[in-house]
T-cell receptor, first 110, second 112 residues
Framework: QKEVEQDPGPLSVPEGAIVSLNCTYS??????FMWYRQYSRKGPELLMY????GNKEDGRFTAQVDKSSKYISLFIRDSQPSDSATYLC??????????FGAGTTVTVRA | DGGITQSPKYLFRKEGQNVTLSCEQN?????MYWYRQDPGQGLRLIYY???????QKGDIAEGYSVSREKKESFPLTVTSAQKNPTAFYLC???????????FGQGTRLTVV
């Protein structure tokens, strides 16, 4: 079993829809949670970072963490074609290592 | 501008050759990382370094080597011992005590 599970999709939504992405994890030592966005043939860029259970909002993006269920989510409101990318979740126990999900490919149709 | 620079963007290698990928950062981060990305497999850690002149193997270090002679530089050599080197390679850096990693734009290596 992988430490971090993420549905690779692909996920296709119409412009303006809410995109819902999620990851599950098995390591209860994970305390820090990140979401990265990666455009084709580019390096990942950090979107959201959180370390507590609950919601964190930044513009159209909301990151949600449920440590009791070992489940994290990213919601994108009012999705735009420019949101079309692969979204990676990442987690850390506070040491050197970051564990990544496989990434979910999202396409927002105009 | 602060950031991480990887070069070259595209690299072609003949079978049996060693090749070195460059990674330079001016973020003054202590920790640097090399990841390999294959379709559907996410990012897998090759090597990491938390301080100059020190580095550790990650999950898939076989066939790779690194050096960390300067804080800002962490080159990766893909040796002929790496059986399946065609992949997208990502370098990252991170400040000690923080958990977010920042990535370069990647190098796509193809064996021909």
């Amino acid at each position: 079993q992988k430490e971090v599970e993420q549905d690779p999709g692909p996920l296709s939504v119409p412009e303006g829809a809410i995109v819902s992405l999620n990851c599950t994890y098995s390591n209860s030592a994970f305390q820090y949670f990140m979401w990265y966005r990666q455009y084709s043939r580019k390096g990942p860029e950090l979107l959201m970072y959180t370390y507590s259970s609950g919601n964190k909002e930044d513009g159209r993006f909301t990151a949600q963490v449920d440590k009791s269920s070992k489940y994290i989510s990213l919601f994108i409101r009012d999705s735009q074609p420019s949101d079309s990318a692969t979204y990676l979740c990442a987690m850390s126990a506070g040491d050197y290592k970051l564990s990544f999900g496989a990434g979910t490919t999202v396409t927002v149709r105009a | 501008d602060g950031g991480i620079t990887q070069s070259p963007k595209y690299l072609f290698r003949k079978e049996g050759q060693n090749v070195t990928l460059s990674c330079e950062q001016n973020l003054n981060h202590d920790a640097m990382y090399w990841y390999r990305q294959d379709p559907g497999q996410g990012l897998r850690l090759i090597y990491y370094s938390q301080i100059v002149n020190d580095f550790q193997k990650g999950d898939i270090a076989e066939g790779y080597s690194v050096s960390r002679e300067k804080k800002e530089s962490f080159p990766l050599t893909v040796t002929s011992a790496q059986k399946n080197p065609t992949a997208f390679y990502l370098c990252a850096s991170r400040e000690v005590g923080y958990t977010e990693a920042f990535f370069g734009q990647g190098t796509r290596l193809t064996v021909v």
